[in-house]
């Protein structure tokens, strides 16, 4: 029998800009996610994306970087079906999800938070390329999500996350050789903890530390009071910078 883990006394907080003042609130360990029948990108569209990536980008392994979706969206009939999709996956769970989306590329993704610039918002994403042997792995929680065409989550942008190659322990360069292409596209849209379908599917809880939210002016992520980033190759906190 493994023991049953017990709240922090001092947990994870989040303190965010909500309108023009910052706010703090938990860090949700819920991720949701599932796949959706999505139409492979057509070959014309998947040629663009490789032209963009090796002429206009500099992609290295462990980045994310933004894609031109007007551009994608030119030479992609299946767009709005995909949108859809992951339109109707997302209003099982209440959420509705706006008409402003990016479409984003990684070569794995070093391990990294987002509450630095995002910690008001939960990430959906739409991924879109064939499995290449990839996970989202979110080391804090234990769980991996396998990346192929139609997989879709939705998580706390303030949850370490990374995309590393299936089996290993971390994200390290060595497993990203140049002579193997691994690319994921997907989309991606912005969701509003504080609102209300997004707050209890996540089991997101505000107000929880008011007094330090009042002295600061600045985004960020705190455990035990300390200021936090997280380890690129592992995804374990440790002190910022």
Not at 57 to 65: S, Y
Not at 152 to 158: N, Y
Request: net charge negative; proline share 9%; aromatic share 8%.
């Amino acid at each position: 029998m493994h023991p049953i883990p017990q709240p922090s006394p001092v947990p994870l907080i989040s303190y965010f800009w909500s309108d023009d003042a910052i706010r703090s609130r938990s860090v949700s360990d819920v991720v949701l996610s599932g796949t959706v029948e999505i139409p492979e990108p057509p070959a014309r569209l998947r040629a663009d994306w490789e032209r963009e990536i090796a002429s206009n980008m500099t992609l290295e392994p462990g980045d994310v970087e933004p894609m031109s979706l007007p551009r994608a969206r030119m030479r992609w009939p299946d767009y709005p079906d995909c949108v859809q999709a992951v339109s109707d996956w997302a209003s099982r769970f209440g959420m509705p999800l706006s008409n402003d989306i990016a479409l984003m590329a990684c070569h794995g993704a070093r391990y990294h938070h987002d509450g630095e610039q995002y910690g008001g918002l939960a990430f959906c994403n739409l991924f879109l390329s064939e499995d290449k042997g990839l996970d989202v792995h979110f080391p804090a929680l234990d769980l991996r999500i396998p990346l192929r065409r139609g997989t879709v989550m939705i998580f706390d942008t303030c949850q370490p996350h990374g995309v590393i190659r299936r089996g290993s322990h971390g994200f390290d360069l060595a497993d990203f050789p140049a002579d193997h292409d691994w690319t994921q596209l997907f989309l991606s849209w912005e969701l509003p903890v504080e609102s209300a379908p997004v707050e209890q599917a996540l089991h997101v809880k505000f107000d929880i530390d008011p007094a330090t939210a009042a002295t600061l002016h600045a985004e960020q992520v705190r455990r035990h009071g300390e200021r936090v980033n997280v380890r690129h190759d592992s995804g374990q906190w440790r002190p910022a910078d």
